[in-house]
């Protein structure tokens, strides 16, 4: 059987065009890939510049403190997941292929990481002047969760946390998404 002169003039290339396009990771899957890790990078350097302060209290501002919990609360939750909506084989990407297997509990992560954020948030709102003592962890207090349990707690037990406790807790989420759903 013959093939129509439009088949050679367009069928091949066609066939082609669509086996390379599966193949080859498209621009804008390439752009939220980037936009995601602009975004990891961000919210690291949020976590870092309020570690810095938990560190070393004289160093604290409470409009950098929550500038940066912001960073973090702006930037999880559902834009974090939004990110992970689809996952197209990306070589740029580290994300492990078991988030759309494990969306519930991805997005469930992505949303006590804004929780956690948010309640930094409302810590430096509240302390405007020095880092005062109840903002601080007592030696000895126990941290609770840990790397594979961390869940978030309601707004109400939350506020009445020292802040550098939630501060952990959000840091093991952080670590709970990437050993869950990160390669290396």
Not at 57 to 63: D, G, L, R
Not at 83 to 108: C, G, L, M, V, Y
Request: with cysteine.
């Amino acid at each position: 059987m013959r093939q129509p002169k439009s088949w050679n003039k367009f069928g091949l290339p066609s066939a082609v065009g669509a086996v390379l396009m599966t193949a080859i990771p498209s621009p804008a899957a390439e752009d939220v890939v980037g936009r995601r890790q602009a975004d990891m990078k961000a919210m690291a350097a949020a976590a870092k510049t309020i570690s810095g302060m938990f560190k070393d209290p004289e160093s604290y501002k409470a409009v950098e403190f929550r500038l940066a919990a912001d960073t973090i609360r702006d930037r999880s939750g559902g834009i974090l997941s939004g990110h992970f909506a689809s996952e197209d084989a990306n070589p740029q990407s580290k994300a492990r292929p078991n988030i759309p297997e494990e969306r519930d509990r991805f997005d469930r992560i992505a949303n006590d990481l804004r929780g956690y954020a948010a309640a930094l948030d409302v810590a430096a709102e509240q302390n405007p002047g020095p880092m005062p003592a109840s903002m601080r962890m007592k030696p000895g207090e126990a941290m609770g969760g840990g790397p594979l349990g961390t869940h978030i707690r309601n707004e109400q037990e939350l506020s009445a946390m020292p802040a550098e406790h939630v501060f952990h807790l959000m840091i093991q989420t952080c670590t709970t998404c990437h050993a869950r759903f990160r390669m290396e």
